[in-house]
């Protein structure tokens, strides 16, 4: 078994600049629902769900139902590698406009999943 398994897929996950971006909009928001991240990331759902897939089969979130609704979020007990990689994600992605403007848009689409 290869020992470097997890903390390849976990960078594997994260070489992704919409993955790093959903990575910030769950970290910085909580949680959000698919549709909420569609919206602020301005992609389709099922390019969502591919990306989002990825990172849960990572370790790096965690998802929950709610009727017809997935609402994901950064998983709670993420190994200290992990942590300090969604840290410097926050800190990166939380300075530019881009992640600012990623964030406000998934706040006002907050409704999307009521």
């Known amino acids: 078994m290869n020992s470097a398994g997890p ?3 976990l960078y594997r996950a994260l070489g992704d600049e919409t993955r790093l971006r959903m990575v910030h909009l769950l970290a910085a928001a909580g949680e959000l629902c698919v549709c909420e991240l569609e919206a602020a990331l301005d992609i389709p ?3 969502a769900s591919r990306h989002l897939r990825v990172l849960r089969d990572a370790g790096l979130v965690r998802d ?5 609704w ?6 709670e007990d993420l190994p200290e590698p992990a942590r ?3 840290a410097s994600v926050v800190r990166t992605f939380g300075r530019t406009a881009a992640g600012r403007a990623d964030l406000a848009r998934a706040t006002r689409s907050r409704r999307c999943c009521d």
Do not use: K, L, P
Not at 64 to 68: S, T
Not at 70 to 75: A, E, G, K, L, Q
């Open 7 to 9: 903390i390849v897929r």
């Open 64 to 68: 929950r139902r709610a009727g017809a």
């Open 70 to 75: 997935v609402h994901y979020r950064v998983h």
């Open 84 to 86: 300090d990689a969604v």
């Open 45 to 47: 759902q099922s390019t």
